[in-house]
């Protein structure tokens, strides 16, 4: 058995110059695909998702493919196909397959900055339905990239040398699928007299300055 991944192109309500705005491809489904035995008379295929004592029966069928419409994303899912045979009566199960299903990228809030002396640590909160797996903070003026100082459950703690007075940066983070997300999506965050802002919309937050 295999999985093959369906892809759907998902719009967004909004308009842009009158047409829908895509917002990108979004996995919305696993397909199950096996092989029929040509060896014995097959009454049907049971598809059942799970494993072990907490598998379920989702479908029975004579196909030799199954697309499961209920799969939400950010998540794993575990399948295997039970062959139910004519002569004799039995039914053989397959191996289990376990698939990643996840296509939404890590998501950034609750931002925060705090300055130091002689540095600046920003605060905020990484999340992803599954799990972060790695995260860069990037000041491109002073070719500057390095990962996150220390974690406090699903916030995340960045050291930035105070290199001048004005400093723009971004983030990126993935999860164990390897979706990207870039924060903000387009342009910078700005350290500028203990204001932060991120282009193009404005956003404000606490500065906490500690002498």
Not at 82 to 102: H, I, N, Q, S
């Amino acid at each position: 058995m295999q999985i093959e991944k369906t892809l759907f192109t998902l719009t967004t309500k909004s308009l842009v110059n009158g047409k829908k705005f895509i917002y990108g491809n979004i996995l919305i489904r696993p397909k199950v695909k096996y092989i029929s035995d040509t060896l014995s008379p097959v009454i049907k295929y049971n598809v059942y998702r799970g494993s072990g004592s907490s598998s379920f029966l989702i479908r029975s069928t004579r196909d030799t493919f199954f697309i499961d419409s209920l799969a939400v994303d950010e998540n794993i899912y575990t399948y295997f196909i039970g062959t139910l045979l004519r002569e004799p009566t039995r039914e053989f199960a397959g191996k289990p397959y376990t698939v990643m299903f996840d296509h939404i990228p890590p998501r950034f809030s609750d931002t925060n900055i705090i300055k130091l002396p002689d540095r600046y640590i920003f605060k905020t909160r990484i999340y992803d339905g599954l799990k972060v797996k790695d995260d860069s903070i990037y000041v491109p003026e002073f070719s500057y990239k390095a990962t996150h100082d220390s974690t406090r459950l699903d916030t995340f703690f960045f050291t930035i040398s105070e290199f001048s007075q004005n400093i723009k940066f971004y983030l990126k983070a993935w999860d164990t699928n390897n979706n990207l997300r870039r924060f903000p999506d387009t342009g910078f965050i700005y350290i500028k007299e203990g204001v932060f802002g991120v282009i193009p919309v404005i956003r404000f937050c606490r500065v906490k300055f500690i002498q």
